[in-house]
């Protein structure tokens, strides 16, 4: 793919992505850049990242990124910044999900899911506003319904998703008091088909029939769902809307009530 000229829905814009190698990120990199963006693809995994970057071309930089080391971030600022000379949107995408309920989960095991799913998204929040507060832009946190729900077996994830929706709506209230064009929204999904989930369940399952596409009344969709919300976020369209918590769950967390 070479870089894309058309006027699209983030045409001109630079959209950093964490965890853009794969899953939701790498569908979030692969539309934004279709959508005329230039966008920054960071990731623990150099050799998919590296990869999705040539798929693209040059509109698309990759960069090797811990999301939990300060410096990492720094890093990948400069980096970003001395390649497009601006910053207008960044995704907090990248997490980790093992499953544990609160008698199984053990201390190291929290402290590991809050340094990448917490502290990660604290260091995006605090370089994006830094990065972005005098043009102005947007930050779009990937939670999931597991911050506005229970789930019983994900107890650090949930919680930690749970500090990402906190957070994003500390970070909107500041950017609007302090006049700063900064919008801040979280996306929360149910279950996603990425190689993330994919782990969770045995090998050699069609996992398709857990699909929407499949059944309605299921509640896998498929990353590209996520990547138009986070999208339409990131676009000019949402140019009102700061702090809000967008479902993308097919009216799971409804019936659940």
């Known amino acids: 793919m070479t870089e894309n000229t058309r006027q699209g829905r983030v045409a001109g814009k630079v959209a950093l ?16 850049a ?27 930089l990759f960069v090797a990124h811990d999301i939990a080391s300060e ?3 720094r890093t990948v600022m400069d980096k970003a910044l001395s390649r497009f000379g601006k910053l207008d949107v960044l995704v907090n995408n990248a997490a980790i999900c093992p499953p544990a309920s609160i008698e199984d989960c053990s201390l190291d095991a929290w402290q590991k899911v809050m340094r990448v799913n917490a502290d990660g998204y604290f260091l995006g929040c605090k370089f994006g506003v830094e990065a972005l507060k005098e043009r102005g832009g947007a ?14 077996t994900f107890a650090a994830y ?23 064009r900064i919008r801040c929204n979280s996306v929360h999904p149910d279950g996603i088909l990425t ?11 069609d996992m398709r029939r857990f699909t929407i596409d499949h059944d309605p009344l299921a509640r896998m969709c498929l990353p590209r769902d996520v990547a138009n919300v986070v999208l339409f976020l990131a676009s ?17 967390l409804l019936m659940s009530l």
């Open 236 to 252: 000019d369209e949402a140019r009102a809307i700061s702090g809000s918590e967008v479902r993308v769950d097919s009216g799971q």
């Open 158 to 180: 949930s919680a930690s998703k749970g500090a990402v929706a906190a957070l994003t709506r500390s970070v909107a209230v500041h950017c609007r008091k302090q006049r700063y």
């Open 71 to 73: 410096a990492a971030w």
């Open 195 to 205: 190689p993330l989930t994919a782990d969770l369940y045995p090998k050699g399952v």
């Open 139 to 152: 930050i779009i946190n990937m939670s999931s319904v597991a911050a506005l729900g229970g789930m019983d």
């Open 34 to 60: 279709a959508e005329g963006a230039r966008v920054v693809i960071t990731d623990v995994n150099v050799e998919a990242g590296e990869a999705l970057a040539r798929e693209i071309g040059d509109a698309a």
């Open 17 to 32: 992505i964490t965890g853009g190698a794969s899953g939701v990120g790498r569908e979030d990199a692969l539309l934004f």
